[in-house]
């Protein structure tokens, strides 16, 4: 059964540097999103991704987000400059129609 | 923006036991996903059901959509069901193609 894969599965880093998230959607899949989770709260909506470009963005995805889609495969979310808020679980997600299926999540760890 | 509550937050239950879990959302929707959060942090799919009724195993799922609500229910529950329940929406919102996650049930089945 096709998934929807991320790596890698945990990230350690420094606070004040970048950090890029990798993902692969499923493969027939249009549309592209990332979420996150900080420990113990739901799951919150990031950014959405059709047709090469963000469709829509929350207002946690500032200036120190990016997302792209280098190649027919990739989807990555970089954060330029990390904060200790930005410690979370990130999960990346694809549709090719309604139903979104996650991947197995990003535990970002800031310090 | 849409709202998703979820009811109980917690529901304590001893193995074998049958439990309800419900989801309301405050407008129409296109899509609702009910998820099982492990204790690894994925999120496993468990339902897509923007109405209807659907079952699968011990688990099934039931949503109203003209009276905005869903419900989950877990029969003969095991130890290996524990975790968080999240229960997810899209809007009928043109373009907002996003998913709202609500707070989550954390359900615990003791032996």
């Known amino acids: 059964e096709p998934e929807v894969t991320q790596t890698p599965s945990h990230q350690v880093t420094q606070m004040g540097q970048e950090v890029i998230l990798r993902c692969v959607p499923i493969?027939?899949?249009?549309?592209f999103y990332w979420y996150r989770q900080i420990l113990g709260q739901k799951v919150e909506f990031l950014v959405s991704?059709?047709?090469?470009?963000?469709?829509?963005k929350s207002e946690i995805f500032d200036d120190q987000f990016s997302v792209e889609r280098p190649d027919g495969s990739n989807f990555t979310l970089k954060i330029r400059s990390t904060k200790l808020e930005d410690s979370a679980m990130y999960f990346c997600a694809s549709t090719g129609l309604l139903e979104q299926f996650f991947g197995p999540g990003t535990r970002l760890t800031v310090l | 923006g849409i709202q998703v509550e979820q009811s109980p937050p917690d529901l304590i239950l001893q193995e074998g036991a049958n439990s309800t879990l419900r989801c309301n959302f405050s407008?129409?929707?296109?899509?609702l996903q009910w998820f099982h959060q492990n204790p690894w942090g994925q999120l496993i799919n468990l339902f897509y059901i923007p109405s209807g009724t659907k079952q699968n195993g011990r688990l099934s799922a039931t949503t109203v959509a003209t009276e905005r609500y869903s419900l989950l229910y877990i029969s003969s529950s095991q130890t290996t069901d524990s975790g968080v329940y999240f229960c997810a929406v899209e809007g009928w919102i043109q373009g907002a193609q996003k998913l709202v996650f609500g707070q989550g049930t954390r359900l615990t089945i003791n032996p």
């Open positions: 991704f059709y047709n090469n470009e963000i469709s829509e």
């Open positions: 407008d129409s929707v296109n899509n």
């Open positions: 493969s027939n899949h249009l549309y």
